[in-house]
T-cell receptor, first 114, second 115 residues
Framework: AQSVTQPDIHITVSEGASLELRCNYS??????LFWYVQSPGQGLQLLLK??????LVQGIKGFEAEFKRSQSSFNLRKPSVHWSDAAEYFC????????????FGSGTQLTVLP | EAGVAQSPRYKIIEKRQSVAFWCNPI?????LYWYQQILGQGPKLLIQ????????DSQLPKDRFSAERLKGVDSTLKIQPAKLEDSAVYLC?????????????FGEGSWLTVV
């Protein structure tokens, strides 16, 4: 069965600093990979997704992620963080042919300091 | 385009009581999901519908949870009787077709506290 690990439970960065959130997945074939963001009291909003092709994926709000097959990783990055980026971020994996759709990691809580 | 609608947004009940959550997916979306998100964890799939049929309910605790999507549009998730450990956010989501590659859109969730 597929799984997702987000090693960092909580990350704190200063506004304007760069950001990288880690995500590692476990799956025997090429997965479909997603990053979602959840603000307090809100549902999940899709930031970006990877299906195939270019391993560097651009998303909304200035986020990007890079799929690295050799490392089973799909880390999320942003060059300059804004205070409004404070939220919880979830990495998810979807597998081809599965009815279960998405398996989520446990999330990384991002705090942005002024 | 309207998003996924859920109600109620918040509910507090005593253990052993029952509760029902309602979801209206994005118009035209054939696939509907219910996820459970316990505080500090990622969402976990409870049940997936394709139109009005169940595709996957292997993680639904069937002794207390039930869900239906009778006309292939709205869905209701029911918990009876509720336990303390059922305190969570219940997220409804929808997508246009099945398949792992399609975008899944989430509602804002129904927050349940069982006391």
């Amino acid at each position: 069965a597929q799984s997702v690990t987000q090693p960092d439970i909580h990350i704190t960065v200063s506004e304007g600093a760069s950001l990288e959130l880690r995500c590692n997945y476990s799956y025997g074939a090429t997965p479909y990979l997603f990053w979602y963001v959840q603000s307090p009291g809100q549902g999940l909003q899709l930031l970006l997704k990877y299906f195939s092709g270019d391993t560097l994926v651009q998303g909304i709000k200035g986020f990007e992620a890079e799929f690295k097959r050799s490392q089973s990783s799909f880390n999320l990055r942003k060059p300059s963080v804004h205070w409004s980026d404070a939220a919880e971020y979830f990495c998810a994996v979807g597998v081809s042919g599965s009815a279960r759709q998405l398996t989520f990691g446990s999330g990384t809580q991002l705090t942005v300091l002024p | 385009e309207a998003g996924v609608a859920q109600s109620p947004r918040y509910k507090i009940i005593e253990k052993r009581q029952s509760v029902a959550f309602w979801c209206n997916p994005i118009s035209g979306h054939a696939t509907l999901y219910w996820y459970q998100q316990i505080l500090g964890q990622g969402p976990k799939l409870l049940i997936q519908f394709q139109n009005n049929g169940v595709v996957d309910d292997s993680q639904l605790p069937k002794d207390r949870f039930s869900a239906e999507r009778l006309k292939g549009v709205d869905s209701t998730l029911k918990i009876q009787p509720a336990k303390l450990e059922d305190s969570a956010v219940y997220l409804c989501a929808s997508s246009s077709v099945g398949g792992s590659g399609n975008t899944i859109y989430f509602g804002e969730g129904s927050w349940l506290t069982v006391v």
